[in-house]
């Protein structure tokens, strides 16, 4: 059996060890360095700004444009457009088209974005319906509803 002093000399030992690997663990923790992303205020489509002062942007690799920054726009995008805000999808689907020209997710998105514009725009704003129209054929030339926007450029 182990006496009482021993026993309190354990509990102290196994405490400092916690607290030490504690502190060890958070000096770490604050020691790595992470980047800050900037973002886009609210109803505005994203510009190629620099970073406001005191916030920094994240930087690409090698001088090209990471797949994390055409995620993020495709992400914004997304929720533009669930929110009703096409001409802002727009914008965040171009800037994830720009980064990553190659995904066809993206091209998809870009494409429905451009054809609910024009559907949008096919009763108030022709010139606005036909562009819309254009830049989806464009992106999709055999698109699931290029059949469509054809008829609907014959139409207008």
Known sequence: MINKNKSQKWVKIVAWMLAISFGLGMTLFLAIPTPTRTVAPKNTAPSNNPA????????????????????????????AMKTGKIDQAIGFYETAYRLDKKDKTIQEKLGDAYFSQGQQAQDSDKTKAKDAYGKYLE????????KSVRAALDNL
């Open 52 to 79: 406001p002062p005191g916030r920094q942007s994240l930087t690409p690799i090698n001088g090209g444009q990471t797949a994390g920054a055409a995620d993020g726009a495709l992400g914004q995008g997304d929720l």
């Open 139 to 146: 992106l999709l030339p055999e698109g699931p509803k290029a």
